[in-house]
């Protein structure tokens, strides 16, 4: 994969097994104070419902002059899912110059992305006891509230969030206000197509997204699909890669997902069955801890060798 | 009631065979045998291990499991060696064991959120320990 052109939120977080967060530096008309008009800043995501790749939260922030009178006037943002890939990918490219001396057309938009790994969505979601679980609308609002502090410890005096929700978003917007007593909030379904900040923030996460998606591909032939577990490719790809023993690669697949865990327990997929704790305390998986005691039975009828000793 | 002899095998040049490492997994896997996996799949994360001192760090089915070294724990005096061996029993019967390899790490596990659990063997583990020693001493 030719890196050279990727935007910088993908290449922090190219080949890592962990999350990683991206600031770009804050915007010159912000920062000197020559625009003093209200400060708005976008919150949105992608890629919450894949099987595959990272969820990106995007976050996107200007002054509300350059947003009325130079973005909505001149650029054609809109939640990203009505627009194409190819269009995506060229607006964002006007956000970011991998050369230092060519300044952007698009120079004063601030941004950030976290790409939460499929490592790390799984093994959070995934922690014993089932008490301990970080769940994924946890570990979105983690992201979304340290992406907004990350802001405003670069000094940028935010006046209105808005913020782009699946969940309800009462609750959300009443947790946001209570962190950032100084910051309006707007928290909407839909916020993508209602406000343009957060079509920038939608545009920067998906196409973010996408380029992580695409740089996962063991070898250039390998289609993976988009990584929802509706897409045929991607249904296909899981079963055609699926391994005895572990499964997938955990830098790829989050296995924490309904999907993963179907064939993972499918005789047909010749997978190893495995049996963790939870399995015996919810007694989930009847079959599995009647094996596993039938198991017990046989063995303590067996005299003691250095084979079998351990499972007595 | 027939008697039975076991011969284990100590060989230098066995001993002196590729060392491995041994990991504990707190799952109950439905399988023995050889699998050609592990050496591809499970790798220490080092990155996250800085979280854990003298903790190994690594995943299995998306799952994060934390683990500690028992050997390094019975090997305070370098007096303790450990080894995969493999049964070679012979028609008569006699027990035979060939050392395989050597261990240089066997690692207990827990899954991340029972590490509690884990100090909890570890310190029980060491406890025997000085006790055998007091009483070998």
């Known amino acids: ?312 | 009631m027939s008697e039975q002899t076991v011969e284990y095998n100590f060989k230098t040049s066995s001993i002196e065979n590729p060392t491995e490492i041994a990991h504990l997994v707190p799952c109950i896997i439905h399988f023995n045998g050889q699998s050609d996996e592990i050496k591809t799949n499970l790798k220490f994360d080092q990155e996250e291990e800085k979280n854990h001192t003298n903790k190994f760090v690594t995943y299995f089915r998306g799952r994060k499991l934390i683990g500690q070294d028992v050997l390094k724990l019975l090997n305070e005096n370098n007096k303790v060696k450990a080894f995969v061996m493999e049964d070679t029993t012979n028609i008569q019967n006699n027990k035979q064991f060939h050392v395989v390899s050597t261990l240089d790490k066997v690692i207990n596990y827990e899954r991340e959120g029972n590490e509690d659990r884990l100090d909890m063997e570890m310190s029980k583990l060491r406890e025997f320990i000085d006790v055998t020693n007091l009483i070998h001493s």
């Open chain 1, 1 to 312: 994969m030719d890196t050279s052109a990727l935007p910088p939120t993908v290449l922090k977080s190219l080949n890592s097994l962990h999350t990683k967060t991206y600031y770009s530096s804050v915007p010159d008309s912000i920062v000197s104070k020559k625009d003093t008009s209200p400060i708005i800043l976008g919150v949105d995501e992608a890629g919450r419902g894949p099987v595959l790749g990272p969820m990106v939260y995007g976050i996107a922030y200007c002054t509300t002059n350059y947003m009325n009178e130079f973005i909505i006037p001149n650029y054609e943002f809109d939640d990203s899912k009505k627009l194409t890939d190819t269009i995506r990918k060229k607006l964002f490219s006007k956000m970011y110059s991998n050369d230092p001396s060519i300044d952007p057309e698009i120079n004063q938009i601030g941004y950030a992305t976290t790409a939460i790994t499929p490592n790390d969505i799984s093994s959070g979601m995934l922690r014993f006891p089932p008490s301990k679980n970080y769940n994924l609308n946890e570990q979105a609002h983690d992201v979304t509230i340290a992406l907004i502090q990350g802001v405003l410890d670069q000094n940028v005096q935010l006046s209105h969030v808005y913020v782009d929700t699946v969940g309800p978003p009462q609750s959300y917007q009443k947790k946001l206000e209570t962190r950032f007593p100084n910051v309006k909030f707007t928290v909407t379904k839909k916020a993508d197509s209602l406000y343009c900040i957060v079509s920038v923030a939608s545009v920067v996460a998906k196409v973010t997204r996408d380029f992580l998606i695409d740089s996962m591909k063991r070898n250039p032939n390998e289609n993976i699909g988009s990584g929802y577990p509706s897409d045929p490719n991607t249904k296909r790809w899981l079963r055609e890669s699926q391994t005895k023993l572990f499964g997938w690669p955990c830098d790829m697949v989050r296995f924490s997902w309904q999907t993963c865990d179907t064939l993972l327990t499918d005789s047909n997929t010749k997978s190893i069955q495995i049996d963790w704790e939870e399995d015996f305390l919810t007694k989930k998986r009847k079959f599995n801890s009647k094996d596993y005691e039938t198991n017990l039975l046989k063995k303590s009828k067996e005299p003691k060798t250095l084979e079998n000793w351990f499972f007595n």
